[in-house]
């Protein structure tokens, strides 16, 4: 898709008063543009970001003491395990 600088202008717009927070009828309203063009950018706008952002970092995991138990699977792996009687165990 080919755009102009007004097109690139209204993109920008769009994609500020967006990130304000502001619905698709508020942005359509604010730049006098009909809804179903905003609603169509906005829809571009967040198939972009959704395709160029990386996955997140994971800043942790935590799990259930004795989360193998009952598990078929083979070896430690590495993977501290301290079985509990309360019945807790297996839990993850």
Do not use: F
Not at 9 to 22: M, N, Q
Request: net charge negative.
């Amino acid at each position: 898709m080919t755009r102009n600088g007004s097109d690139d202008d209204l993109i920008a717009r769009v994609r500020e008063l967006r990130a304000t927070g502001s619905s698709p009828k508020e942005i359509a309203r604010a730049l006098d543009v009909r809804p179903s063009v905003v609603a169509r950018m906005v829809r571009e706008l967040g198939a972009h970001q959704v395709a160029t952002r990386g996955e997140p970092e994971v800043v942790g995991c935590w799990v259930s003491s004795g989360w193998s138990t009952d598990l078929t699977v083979d070896g430690d792996r590495g993977w501290p395990d301290v079985a509990r009687d309360d019945g807790t165990s297996g839990l993850a």
